[in-house]
Structures are given as structure tokens and as C-alpha cells.
């Protein structure tokens, strides 16, 4: 079965970090180039960040440029989105998603909230 289940989302203060996690399954994890996305109540779904299968190319959306690092662990499967100096405006479900994979689609998401 071809997955993607992502966490370590929560509730974090302005100013804060959160490292999201996304493990993958039922697919070769190592060859495909992962990305966040995240979608805000009433909003659009938004690229954040994406990495090559190697980790040798990462690009970030602007909003997130600076403050958002993207990594990943082919031998654990996992791709990660280190975030810090969160702002309320990030508040979203966060996605982690790969392209070409038949039948694999989005997975749950992973909800963070920044409030004070």
C-alpha cells in the first residue's frame, strides 16, 4: 500500500519552531523528489518547499524562504520541514506529497497552528 503519513504538527507561539515529519511506504522513496505543501482555512493549497531525491536541490516558496528548511532520510524513508520563526500566517494543514506514484494521492495532513 502507497502512503504518505505525515506528523509533529501542534499548536506553537509566534516565534517558535516545529519539525514536521512524513513517512513513506509502498514505494522506492529514494528515487522521487518530495514536497510540502500546506493548505490554510479558506485558502488555496500552497507549494512551501521541495527536495530532489538526493537532497543535492531544495526550493522554497518566498513565504517561507529563510525559515523553513527541507531534508530528508532515504534509509528512514522520511522527509522533513524544519520550521522556525513561525508566524501566525503559517497556520495550516501541512502536506507532504510526491508526484508519479500510481495511486498515491494526498495523505491526512498535519495540522500547526501558531497563536499566542
Known amino acids: 500500500q502507497v502512503q504518505l503519513v505525515e506528523s509533529g504538527g501542534g499548536l506553537v507561539k509566534p516565534g517558535g519552531s516545529l519539525r514536521l515529519s512524513c513517512a513513506a511506504s509502498?514505494?522506492?522513496?529514494?528515487?522521487?523528489?518530495m514536497h510540502w505543501y500546506r493548505q490554510a482555512p479558506g485558502k488555496e493549497r500552497e507549494w512551501v518547499a521541495s527536495?530532489?531525491?538526493?537532497?543535492?536541490?531544495?526550493n522554497y516558496g518566498d513565504s517561507v524562504k529563510g525559515r523553513f528548511t527541507i531534508s530528508r532520510d532515504n534509509a528512514k524513508n522520511t522527509v522533513y520541514l524544519q520550521m522556525n520563526s513561525l508566524k501566525p500566517e503559517d497556520t495550516a494543514v501541512y502536506y507532504c506529497?510526491?508526484?508519479?506514484?500510481?495511486?498515491?494521492?494526498w495523505g491526512q495532513g498535519t495540522q500547526v497552528t501558531v497563536s499566542s
Open positions: 506529497r510526491t508526484f508519479g506514484v500510481s495511486g498515491l494521492g
Open positions: 509502498g514505494f522506492t522513496f529514494s528515487i522521487y523528489t
Open positions: 527536495i530532489t531525491s538526493t537532497g543535492g536541490s531544495r
